[in-house]
């Protein structure tokens, strides 16, 4: 085998594996941030759809983009072993920062559930002070 | 054919159904926002949702056909899939970027909406 071909097949192996990672991770996330966003908009169901896709495409767009940009391998592969190595570094690598994107997501349906529950306390006192003086 | 037209070929075929398929989500999943924005003047909205859309077909294709210009020379498959990814992979973290900006931007602009009107 020369050498061209363990870079190739490092890289076919490579791009399905990142991309079947970013779908699995996103469709398990937006499955399941459906119950946050409708508590976040107050059962708005057309909002909350609307959101939820707009969030998904984002994560879609951020992480594949990011998986096809870090494709290239710089190194000269001249083994198997060697591109084993460099093939689980890599998908470490991306797995690694698609955990932390998760997290990031995650922390901003907490934030969006946080800040609307404060909204509707305050709503709540506003109404319950107006009609005290009503 | 050399590999370069090659690249170039699947790269444009690629760009424009991702610029195609982002669009029409967008532009479908885009109306409540601006709904909202308008205070529900359809009309309006539905005018100014086909104009946005039409701006960012315009923009990004330009974008797109711009990146063609500065491809490297491409002489290995290796060398072709690089190439392909990693400006696939710009172009699409381009993408990303102005979306999450374009989020932020309706997020905001509801915001100071509510402020104004309460």
């Known amino acids: 085998m020369n050498t061209t071909n363990f870079t190739v097949i490092a890289y076919l192996v490579y791009l399905p594996v990142a991309l079947l990672l970013t779908y699995y991770v996103a469709h398990s996330l937006f499955k399941n941030s459906l119950v946050y966003m409708r508590d976040i908009f107050n059962g708005r169901e057309d909002i909350a759809h609307a959101t939820n896709t707009l969030f998904r495409i984002g994560f879609y767009l951020l992480n594949i983009g990011f998986a096809l940009y870090i494709l290239k391998i710089h190194r000269f592969l001249y083994n198997i072993q060697h591109t084993i190595e460099t093939l689980s570094y890599k998908v470490g690598g991306f797995s690694i920062y698609l955990g932390v994107m998760l997290f990031f997501n995650l922390y901003l349906f907490f934030r969006g559930k946080r800040v609307s529950k404060q909204k509707r306390e305050e709503y709540k006192m506003l109404q319950q002070t107006q009609g005290n003086r009503g | ?118």
């Open chain 2, 1 to 118: 054919m050399s590999l370069n037209v090659m690249a170039y070929c699947i790269y444009l075929v690629i760009t424009t159904l991702i610029i195609l398929w982002v669009g029409r989500i967008l532009h479908k999943n885009g109306r409540v926002f601006m709904l909202n924005l308008m205070q529900g003047n359809t009309h309006f909205t539905d005018t100014l949702n086909n104009i946005l859309l039409v701006a960012y077909y315009l923009f990004n294709m330009g974008y797109a056909l711009l990146i063609v210009t500065t491809w490297n020379r491409v002489e290995t498959t290796a060398e072709l899939i690089a190439s392909l990814s990693s400006n696939l992979g710009l172009l699409i973290l381009i993408l990303a970027v102005t979306h999450y900006f374009n989020l932020w931007l309706v997020h905001y602009l509801s915001h100071k909406n509510a402020i104004i009107h309460s």
